[in-house]
C-alpha cells in the first residue's frame, strides 16, 4: 500500500490504514510531513517511486492534477503492471485524461475517487468516496475504501470519463457556498452589531437550521480558524467549479462571486486558515472578529 501525499487528508487516511493492518510506505515533498505515520510504521520514500515500489494499490492525495500526474511520473521507474491507482485528490475532470494516459502508458488500473470530507471526516474514518473505475478493481479496493469511508459510491466503469471528479465539484459547490454564506451573515450581524447567537437561536429547529451553519458560525465566533479545509485549497476547488461551468455553458455567477470572496482573504493572509475564514474578507484588513 502507498499513500503519496501526506497533508491533512493524507495523514489521516494513512493512520487509519495503519491502525487496520496494512503495510503501508508514504511520501511527500516535504519529508517532515511523513514523520507522524513514520511514527506509527509507515515506511517513508525519499522519492515517489520509493514509496510505490511493490504497491499493490497507491493512493494519490495531493494538491491539484498537475501535481498528481507529476509526481506519478516520478514514481515512473517503480511502477508496475496491474497496479491499481486510487486518485483521491480532488483535480476536477479537465485533469482526468492526463491521469487516464498515464495509467494506460504504465499499465495502472485507474479508479478516480475523490472524497467528500473535510479533517474531521477523514480523522473518523467517515469519509463518502465517489468512485469510477472498471468493475474488477471494486474487490481490491474494497477493504481500502471501507477503512477510509463510511460511503461508497461507484458512479461510473471508466475512470477517464472524469464523472468522479465531476460530482465531487458539484458537491464543493455547495459546501462552499454553504461555508461562504455563513460567513457573510455573521459579518452582517457583527458589523450591523447584532447579535449573531440570537440569529442562530431564531433559526434554530427551523428549516434554515443546518449542522454546518452551527459548526461553522461557531469557529467564526470563537475565533478559531483552525483548516479542516484550508481556504486557499478551498480556492482552488473554486476555481475548478468555475472552469467546469464554463465548460458546460452554465452561467454561476455566485460560484464567480465566491472564489474572488476566496481569492481577497487569501491575499489577507488567510490561506493557510480553514474556508470559514472568508468572513474577513467582509471587512478591512484592520477589522476582526
Known amino acids: ?85 486510487a486518485q483521491m485528490s480532488t483535480t476536477g475532470p479537465r485533469a482526468v485524461p492526463e491521469a487516464a494516459a498515464l495509467a494506460d502508458r504504465y499499465g495502472l488500473t485507474l479508479v478516480d475517487a475523490p472524497v467528500l470530507g473535510t479533517r474531521q471526516p477523514a480523522e473518523r474514518g467517515e469519509l463518502v468516496i465517489l468512485a469510477a473505475g472498471p468493475p474488477e478493481a471494486r474487490p481490491v479496493l474494497r477493504p481500502v475504501f471501507d477503512v477510509l469511508g463510511k460511503k461508497v459510491l461507484w458512479v461510473d466503469d471508466s475512470a ?18 454553504l461555508t461562504n454564506a455563513v460567513a457573510e451573515t455573521i459579518a452582517l450581524a ?8 440570537v440569529f442562530l437561536d431564531a433559526v434554530q429547529g427551523g428549516p434554515l437550521d443546518v449542522p454546518y451553519l452551527r459548526i461553522k458560525a461557531k469557529a467564526i465566533l470563537e475565533n478559531n480558524f483552525e483548516p ?45 486558515e480553514d474556508l470559514s475564514a472568508t468572513y474577513f474578507a467582509s471587512f478591512d484588513r484592520a477589522r476582526t472578529v
Do not use: Y
Request: proline share 4%; with cysteine.
Open 1 to 85: 500500500m502507498a499513500v503519496l501525499g501526506t497533508g491533512i487528508m493524507g495523514t489521516a487516511m494513512g493512520r487509519h490504514l495503519l491502525e487496520a493492518g496494512f503495510p503501508l510506505r508514504v511520501w511527500n515533498r516535504t519529508l517532515a510531513k511523513t514523520k507522524p505515520l513514520a511514527e506509527q510504521g509507515a515506511v517513508p520514500g525519499s522519492t515517489p517511486a520509493d514509496a510505490v515500489d511493490g504497491a499493490q494499490v497507491i493512493i494519490t492525495m495531493l494538491r491539484d492534477g498537475d501535481v498528481v500526474v507529476n509526481t506519478m511520473n516520478e514514481a515512473g521507474p517503480k511502477l508496475r503492471a496491474g497496479q491499481v491507482w
Open 190 to 197: 457583527n458589523g450591523a452589531e447584532v447579535d449573531a447567537r
Open 228 to 272: 479542516a479545509f484550508a481556504l486557499e485549497n478551498a480556492a482552488k476547488d473554486a476555481a475548478l467549479i468555475v472552469a467546469l461551468a464554463h465548460d458546460c455553458h452554465v452561467g454561476l455567477p455566485v460560484a464567480e462571486a465566491m472564489l474572488a470572496r476566496m481569492r481577497a482573504a487569501v491575499e489577507l493572509g488567510h490561506g493557510d
Open 160 to 177: 477517464a470519463r472524469g464523472v468522479a471528479s465531476t460530482l465531487k465539484l458539484v458537491a464543493n459547490n455547495w459546501v462552499i457556498g
